[in-house]
């Protein structure tokens, strides 16, 4: 509770420095607009419901990019851990290709998919499949490998280790992998749908850009933070308290 | 009547086909240093049903002996035999109780007292009773839905007994199970595992550093050299049972086995020694 009142009174003085600034009249109002401007935009985005359509065009669209990524780079990365073969060929070649930004795919994309929804489900997938897959193959190597003979001792075998040894055990991996791919994946599909009429929250930014409307622009940059916050503690911080209560590991600050 | 049967098991011995057999077995590492003979030329019969007790000083084999015998690792050279057939690969019914335990953080303790049957495919409600027997057995009942880390050493070693026996294997290799238990409650699994040994004719191979609890438990205990592990003694202790660790008698038997591996742990020392001094 004490951690709430924290940062609701740091966002509030966040707040009043912005007010500040803007009464100083630094910038012109459209370049620098007031937080009350913004919040009038946030008001008038949900109310006349562009807002609305736009997290969940978004949504949808995350959901199918990030849950693909997700499967196969868990996938993948099994795959990698499991073999020394695809670890010296794959396992490389994954490494390397997570340097690119994932913005660097679009151009690829569109030459591929057009300028269409699958343009942009690729970017958002090959924006977070890389951190998934490494995550889960550094998971599975970081298992000890007592937890693997005691449960081959204990009758495991073959698809079994995977399914009730290796999986679990390297679930705190993973875990990192899946919260690090989300943040990949929410910050590829923002910069996929700037590109053209997508109707997601990204053109959304592009349009508060058209209409030279700066305070549309933050509106949306705010709920484009919230979405990806929300998510974040809703789901991962769940998940991630709960695997280090089991695992008895030192609680994050 | 104890003292009797285990007489008759030790003359019995000699006729029936050994539950493992150990022949001429070899384990080398590959280290930074150079290959290192972990073992060296193990011939060992375990008789079924025996109580074989393995003592020697820290790392000259005792727990990659006990995985040869589990099936989890290959000799080098040399061969082993369970129930007359070449082990090959894990054997489902050797049952290891690991020197780290190996216990599964992301299970609760009943689960993980489950995890063998489960593998075995054995029905939730069953298993799950079988679990809380097992858990009863070992005095933990109150802690079934409790995590690994929540337990203390001593309570962890219980739960790896348990896991171990719920599965009611016919080999059960107990790699120094009892080591971070206070006296009492070393002394009541003693008395527990002796029961469920002379109930169930497990074969049983049990690694200790302590003489004493070697001749408490064991048919026979053996007692290995350091690097290269071989063996160096091997006693058939005479005792009737049930044993009791202040017997004077006991102490006796002890004090001979304690003259052998004192010998090992003072060639180790020097090893260890040399090795500081040349590296
Ligand atoms: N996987 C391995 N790779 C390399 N060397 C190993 C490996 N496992 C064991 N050794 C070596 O083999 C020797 C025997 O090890 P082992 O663990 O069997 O000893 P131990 O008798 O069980 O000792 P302790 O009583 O301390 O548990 C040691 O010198 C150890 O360093
Ligand atoms: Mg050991």
Redesign the interface.
Known sequence: MKKAARQLLFYLFLLLVWQLLFQRKLWPPYLFPSPTMVGEALWQGFSDRTFLVGVTISMRRIALGYGFAVVLGVVLGFLIAASDFLEATVGGLVLSLQSLPSICWLPLAILWFGLSERAILFVVVMGSLLSVTINTEVGVRHVPKLYRMAGRNLGARGFGVFAHVLFPASLPHLVVGLKQGWAFAWRSLISGEMIFVSLGLGHLLMVGRDLNDMSQVIAVMIVIMALGQLVDQLIFRGVESRIRNRWGLAREV | MSTIWARERAESHPKEQPKLHLKHVTRLFQTPNGPLTALDDISLNVAEGEFLCLVGPSGCGKSTLL?LM?G?DRPTEGEIWKDGERLDG?A?D???I?Q?L??????TVRENVE??L???GVAKPERQARAREYLRLVHLSHFERS????LSGGMKQRVALA?ALA?DPAVLLMDEPFAALDAQTRDRLHEELERIWTETRKTIVFVTHNVREAVRLGDRVVVLTFRPGRIKTALTVKLPRPRHLEDPHLALVARDLLVQLKEEISRSAKEEYRDEESG
């Open positions: 995985n589990a989890l894990p489902t050797h049952i290891m690991f780290e190996g216990l599964f953080p992301w299970l995890f063998g489960r593998m075995r995590y690994i880390h929540q896991r599965t």
